[in-house]
């Protein structure tokens, strides 16, 4: 009889039309809740924006000038006041640090209250605190992937991601109404947490929900979702620029209300929920999926081979009806004796001992953990930077986020027509160049218009370069690991990522310091990551693995291939059930 690899969770989204009506509801609903991670991950840079200022004077409030008496003149600077005493025509000069506050202006004058960071004097010595709270953030990332991806495994995507996704919401709109920075930070590692947990619970969603041939094409339509929520901050933000942060972050948060229905719009994963043998469930949504999309569900079923795991698993039920049921997972035999059946089901659970075991497969991780990293510190750096990119703060931060758009076009045609792996290594290879050459024009540019704004093309570039790879390595990672260990894989590689993610906030900071530093460290990066590459197997057009025994054989045979150079033609047998 058939094991449970043998119900080919494909030919039943096949069967079912790759595109059917079904599909594209579920697809879209999940995919709006994309704009409630993306929202959140960068809104620091409207929320915590830097204005200018120096240090308040109770008598006078001119920008940077001198203030003198007869014998005794007054600096004030960002920072500290200069003071510059005359006597006997000697010059004594001394400085102190602000003792009345500062006064901020970007040019015009600016309320103490539009950024969280001039409500609470997050400059000078205290600068690096509010770069302390986006490092939270994404310290809050790592503990959601790391928690939330294994409770997935074992209660279901579904149940998880919305939980997540309620309580981001919840959260999101508390942060609005804190009293001060040491509740503000708390939250916002919070909202990490159960991000991360939304993000990653349903991109398995996503990716589990259609047959390995249009697996990139739904990643890229994530990408355009994330794109889109990203680039709709910055009207948002525009239009609250004079008033304080707070509505911005309650009008952020309020996108997310509509996860109070959300249990009620989506399905849990099929594949999930054949791999753990709840078999009701699954019938109940290829039924659901062929009524909606006219499809005869006897059809559907025989030609998965989901009807023969079904009859299997009854059969187990009656044979151990007063036993506690064992979920299916990996195997199942059945054979006869002494006239009775004897089916022996077993469940196959994988852990992070289990990767470490295995050398090739630990090897493999510990490249695309590497690559996770350089792509948070990369993505979330040029992000976090753009306010200090010569131009408008609004304009460079919604180019920033539309060059994405071209990105995906170029990874969907990438990934289809030449694999996952080689677009992993173009798209590092042109964001390690395009930085490091930005780098360049900007250590030369010696206050030249035209080179400044060449370096800020350049930065550009790299960004486009680094969300095509982002988005990429994000479906890779999910392709590199058995269905029981995704989730285990997927946590690690985010949770590697924000050990880049932590780290990317204070790239505005060493901007100020050395406004080359940034670009150069991202470009070697980038490079090493296309260099590592080239030891991972690829996984284009490949069936998702089940079991890590078949992981370790295909790593075995396809590491250092490049399917670049023929042609992926699909087999007159695949062709014939995609039609079907």
């Given at each position: 009889m058939p094991a449970v690899e043998d119900v080919d969770v494909d030919k039943i989204w096949r069967a079912l039309g790759k595109w059917g009506s079904y599909q594209r509801r579920q697809l879209i609903v999940e995919m709006v809740a994309i704009w409630s991670c993306s929202l959140h991950m960068l809104s620091i840079v409207f929320l915590g924006y830097k204005p200018?200022?120096?240090?308040?004077?109770?008598?006078?409030?001119?920008?940077?000038?001198?203030?003198?008496n007869n014998s005794m003149s007054r600096r004030f600077e960002k920072c500290s006041i200069t003071?510059?005493?005359?006597?006997?025509?000697?010059?004594?000069?001394?400085?102190?640090?602000?003792?009345?506050?500062?006064?901020y202006f970007d040019p015009e004058p600016y309320s103490e209250d539009r950024s969280f960071i001039s409500e609470w004097d997050l400059v000078c010595e205290r600068k690096e605190l509010a770069e302390v709270s986006q490092t939270l953030l994404m310290l809050g990332q790592g503990i959601g992937a790391f928690v939330f991806t294994s409770l997935s495994d074992r209660y279901g995507r579904k149940r998880i991601h919305i939980m997540c996704h309620v309580i981001i919401f919840c959260v999101a709109l508390a942060t609005a109404f804190v009293p001060n920075f040491t509740l503000f930070a708390v939250m916002r590692m919070l909202t990490g947490a159960f991000q991360q947990g939304t993000g990653l619970t349903l991109s398995l969603l996503l990716i589990e929900m259609v047959p390995r041939e249009t697996r990139g094409t739904v990643e890229v339509c994530s990408l355009l979702f994330w794109t889109t929520g990203i680039a709709i901050v910055t009207p948002i933000a525009y239009i609250f620029r004079n008033l304080s942060w707070r509505y911005l972050q309650i009008c952020l948060a309020c996108l997310s209300a509509w996860s109070l229905i959300e249990w009620w719009?989506?399905?849990?994963?099929?594949?999930?929920?054949?791999a753990n043998g709840r078999i009701k469930e699954a019938k109940a949504i290829i039924l659901r999926a062929c009524k909606t999309n006219k499809k005869n569900f006897d059809h559907v079923v025989s030609v998965s081979g989901f009807r023969e795991y079904e009859l299997n698993y009854e059969t187990k039920l009656e044979v151990k009806k007063d036993e506690r049921a064992v979920p299916l997972t990996d195997t199942m035999t059945s054979n006869k004796e002494n006239g009775n059946t004897k089916i022996d089901m077993s469940v196959k659970q994988y852990t992070v001992i289990d990767l470490v075991k295995s050398k090739r497969i630990f090897i493999s991780s510990l490249i695309m953990w590497f690559a996770w990293t350089t792509n948070s510190i990369t993505y979330y750096g040029i992000m976090l930077i753009s306010s200090s990119l010569a131009g408008n703060r609004f304009l460079n931060f919604f180019l920033g986020s539309i060059v994405e758009y071209p990105a995906a076009a170029a990874e969907l045609y990438l990934i289809t027509r030449y694999g996952r792996k080689p677009a992993s290594i173009i798209f590092h290879t042109i964001c390690g160049t395009a930085l490091i050459i930005a780098t360049i024009l900007t250590t030369t540019a010696g206050g030249n218009s035209a080179m400044v704004i060449c370096s800020t093309v350049f930065t550009l570039i790299g960004k486009f370069a680094i969300t095509g790879s982002f988005s990429t390595i994000f479906l890779y990672t999910h392709e590199l690991y058995p269905t029981n260990m995704r989730n285990v894989g997927v946590g690690l590689s985010s949770t590697a990522a924000r050990v880049g993610g932590m780290v990317a906030p204070f790239s505005r900071n060493l901007a100020e310091i050395a406004a080359w530093s940034p670009g150069l460290v991202f470009g070697i990066m980038c490079a090493i990551v296309a260099v590592t590459m080239f030891w991972m197997p690829e996984t284009h057009r490949y069936e998702l693995?089940?079991?890590?025994?078949?992981?370790?054989?295909?790593?075995?045979?396809?590491?250092?291939?490049?399917?670049?150079?023929?042609?992926?033609?699909?087999?007159?047998?695949?062709?014939?059930?995609?039609?079907?």
């Open positions: 200018d200022h120096e240090c308040k004077n109770a008598y006078n409030s001119s920008n940077g000038q001198a203030h003198s003071y510059t005493t005359n006597e006997t025509g000697v010059s004594i000069v001394s400085t102190t640090d602000c003792t009345d506050g500062w006064r719009l989506i399905d849990e994963s099929l594949r999930w929920l054949i693995p089940q079991t890590l025994e078949e992981c370790e054989q295909w790593y075995k045979e396809n590491r250092f291939h490049l399917p670049c150079c023929r042609k992926h033609d699909v087999d007159k047998t695949e062709v014939d059930q995609q039609m079907t």
